[in-house]
């Protein structure tokens, strides 16, 4: 099998992308057709613990690169402490691999779609 040296790969991935080819970029359709679009949802978590409770979170699903966040609706006068984000904005995988090095699996990680 034959690979082109580092700098050479790089100077040919240049000079394709001059001369108006390269790579296509499998993001930017959907990026493109789905910017500014999110499909929200409001969630009720019936917390059944001591201090528990109804808590309220916004639910928004990204349709640009197809990633979630999770945001607790704050309440004024609860006695909780404010607490913004309950899952940051990343892809959610169905069944999450778990292994000491990440990005060491081989295998491929289903993610949530719409």
Not at 98 to 112: A, F, I, N, Q, W
């Amino acid at each position: 099998m034959k690979q082109n040296p580092p700098d050479l790969a790089e100077h040919k991935n240049y000079i394709e992308v001059m001369l108006k080819g390269g790579r296509p970029n499998k993001n930017l359709q959907s990026f493109l057709e789905n910017d500014r679009k999110v499909l929200s949802f409001q969630v009720l978590w019936e917390d059944r613990s001591y201090d528990g409770g109804d808590k309220y979170y916004s639910l928004n699903f990204f349709l640009s690169d197809q990633s979630i966040e999770v945001k607790e609706i704050n309440e004024s006068n609860t006695g909780r402490f404010p607490f913004p984000m309950l899952l940051k904005r990343q892809k959610l995988a169905k069944a999450p691999i778990l292994t000491h090095c990440p990005g060491m699996s081989l295998r491929k990680e289903e993610y949530y779609a719409p």
